[in-house]
């Protein structure tokens, strides 16, 4: 387990690095890193655990050698959460499988999302940790709007695509359409700055 391998997995920013361990087909196992730390966090560890699974430590957006995310962009927790997502639907998990996760620190990014997606995962380990807790009477809530986030953003990305380029008025069809509130007036009033004239359309 000495040896390790450099992925990538790709995001509307760039991409998030990764180093692997072990044999592709050997169970997975998802390490995640601490705060202001990468990767190499487990450079140490690794070599000690069992040879038989597959690790993969990966850099949180904007640390080690993955893409920082836009300038002037955020970095919320949640966001951190949407980037372990974002690698498991990019091919770490391969479904129906459940992963493990190895969590270092890091203000409940792991936890949050064994929370949030339990059917991904069949354990938690928890290195200078506390597992994530809310009130019996927000759980619900909590869970349902965060996953949603997060599974929107993910499937408005999957469907990202080339603009298609139509006539001034099939625009404003199709705006008048998604926005059933709107005079034609008030959409070809839009349209002047929310449309790009290409030769296309």
């Known amino acids: 387990l000495g040896m390790f ?23 997975p196992v998802l390490c ?27 850099d949180f957006s904007g640390h080690g050698l993955s893409s920082h995310r836009p300038a002037g962009s955020p970095y919320h927790f949640l966001d951190y959460v949407s980037d372990v997502r ?13 992963g493990s996760f190895l969590f270092h620190s890091y203000c409940f990014i792991s936890p949050q999302f064994c929370f949030l997606y339990p059917e991904m995962v069949d354990k938690l380990i928890l290195l200078e940790s506390l597992g994530f807790l809310l009130a019996p009477e927000d759980t619900e809530a909590w869970l349902k ?11 408005l990305e999957a469907k990202q695509q ?9 625009a404003l069809q199709r705006l008048l359409e998604a ?3 709107l005079t034609a007036e008030g959409g070809a009033i839009l349209l002047q700055r929310g449309a790009t004239e290409t030769p296309a359309g």
């Open 145 to 155: 709007s965060k996953r949603m986030v997060i599974d929107r953003l993910l499937s």
């Open 162 to 170: 080339t603009p298609k380029a139509r006539s001034p008025q099939a």
């Open 179 to 181: 926005n059933r509130h």
């Open 86 to 98: 974002r690698v498991a639907a990019g091919g770490w998990l391969k479904a129906p499988l459940k």
């Open 32 to 58: 995640l890193h601490g705060w202001l730390d990468n990767a190499n966090t487990f450079d140490k560890l690794i070599p000690l655990l069992p040879r038989d699974c597959y690790y993969v430590a990966m």
């Open 5 to 27: 391998s450099e992925l990538k997995f790709p995001v509307p920013w760039g991409h998030v690095a990764a180093k692997a361990w072990g044999p592709s087909e050997g169970h």
